[in-house]
């Protein structure tokens, strides 16, 4: 039931390109050693449940409605991520295209299956961070 959407060849070979770059060029020790642990859904747990926690003990019932809120983001942003553009655009991961796979460094001895654009990591924290700085979501904003 997906559509298949076909990535011109000119942007392909630039993302590629840039892939490149930034996994083989533009490293350094520090984030060789902390993206490893960032990348890891466990280590962030603590933080969701203190957030969890923080809105429900401060705000009881409206803080209940946030936490509500801010799963439904999280949900939507996954499943848009999911179904909108990974299954539509089909984008290997990098260590699976057989033209990058030689030019990869990975940092942990794991590649995932399956499609990789977009980041669901990626897309689920900005969907987080976006629903915290918004107005309604914090009770900072003005209107009704």
Known sequence: MFL??????????????????????????????????????????????????FALLNFRGRGGWWVLFMLATVALTDM??????????????????PELV??????????SRGFSFSSNHAANHMGMAAFFISPRATGWGNGP
């Open 80 to 97: 848009t991520g999911n179904y909108l553009f990974k299954h539509n655009f089909e984008r290997l991961r990098p260590c699976w295209d």
């Open 4 to 53: 298949y959407i076909p990535l011109p060849e000119w942007l392909v070979r630039m993302d590629q390109d840039l892939f490149v770059v930034i996994n083989a060029r533009w490293n350094n020790s520090f984030f060789d050693a902390v993206m490893p642990f960032m990348r890891e859904a466990l280590n962030w747990a603590p933080l969701y449940v203190f957030l969890i926690a």
């Open 102 to 111: 030689s030019q990869v460094r990975l940092l942990v001895d794991y590649c």
